[in-house]
């Protein structure tokens, strides 16, 4: 079946949905189900995603979406595809460009507007202590104490992990679920379910929709989708490896023993190759390990390679 609408977890499809200028209320109405009551968006403008430190030799930071309410709260929105180095102290570091930006020249009382990250993932942390959090789809973080009371509200994490969302249509039970069947089905659409038939699902479609794009958009998409495909083939390949070498090591039993030293060597030299794809796509080495069985020391080196 060909296929009608863009991978919207393609960093160019991604951003054709939520960040063009004439469909600002398509991503004020996703954030809105991602906001409490009390503080719905009314309006969005779009900001410059491309953002510098204070002086020159200081690192750039570059976002999918970065837009500003009629508040002055500023939103990142950032598609992450797979689990980086250090990931979550990137988005601490996105943080600190909507709130440095906010200093005024002269007198100032250092009163900031509220700062939002949000982070729609296509993976899971593995890093929870309970089971329950684990299979949780939005993680909300805010700067607690030690008694878990709230210190300041005006900076907030919010993650989606699309992995661990499983509902169908039948069960779904608010708009923030609707987004989240949206995101995680788009590409497997031949029709618009009825559910999506009001104006900001009906925007989002015709954003999505590829007979819409022009030869040029049509480039970046492909170009876009490759890479997205290139880093899930090697994901599953080394999940596969893992499966074929148990396979392997229980026909090994009762080899020549240079046999399977040979048959070793080809293993481990594949799977060098496999964490050289998976550094150059930014995995971390917790999850380049757990897919090549690889030790932290073996990656590293390939990282200075």
């Not at 009906?202 to 958009?217: G, H, P, R, T, V």
């Not at 290139?230 to 599953?236: A, N, P």
């Not at 999850?287 to 990656?299: H, M, P």
Request: charged share 35%; net charge negative.
């Amino acid at each position: 079946m060909k296929t009608k609408y863009i991978n919207p977890f393609t960093d160019f499809g991604f951003k054709k949905i939520f960040g063009e200028e004439a469909s600002k209320y398509v991503l004020k109405d996703f954030l809105n189900t991602l906001l409490p009551e009390g503080n719905q968006i009314e309006s969005l403008t779009f900001k410059n995603t491309e953002q510098f430190g204070v002086i020159a030799p200081e690192r750039k930071a570059i976002f999918d979406v970065y837009c500003e309410n009629e508040k002055g709260e500023k939103f990142i929105v950032e598609l992450q595809k797979a689990k980086q180095n250090y990931f979550k102290d990137r988005t601490i570091f996105y943080s600190t460009f909507p709130i440095r930006e906010q200093a005024e020249q002269g007198e100032w009382n250092f009163n900031l507007k509220a700062v939002y990250c949000v982070g729609v993932l296509d993976f899971t942390f593995d890093d929870y202590e309970n089971e329950p959090e684990r299979s949780e789809v939005v993680h909300t973080i805010k700067l607690k104490n030690q008694h878990g009371k709230v210190f300041y509200d005006k900076l907030t994490y919010i993650y989606l992990e699309m992995p661990n969302f499983t509902k169908d249509e039948l069960e779904l039970a608010s708009r923030l679920d609707q987004w989240l069947y949206f995101i995680k089905n788009l590409e497997d659409f031949s029709v618009i379910p009825t559910l999506f038939k009001d104006e900001v699902f009906a925007k989002a479609f015709e954003n999505a929709a590829l007979s819409k794009m022009d030869e040029s958009e049509m480039l970046h998409y492909e170009r876009s989708l490759k890479d997205y495909r290139d880093m899930k083939g090697y994901i599953d390949t080394a999940r596969g490896e893992g499966v074929l070498e148990g396979r392997e090591e229980g026909r090994e039993e009762g080899r020549e023993e240079g046999r399977v030293e040979g048959k070793l060597e080809g293993k481990i030299e594949e799977k060098k190759e496999i964490a050289k794809e998976l550094i150059k796509f930014g995995f971390d080495n917790d999850a380049i390990s757990k897919i090549t069985k690889l030790n932290n020391d073996a990656i590293d080196k390939l990282r200075n390679e």
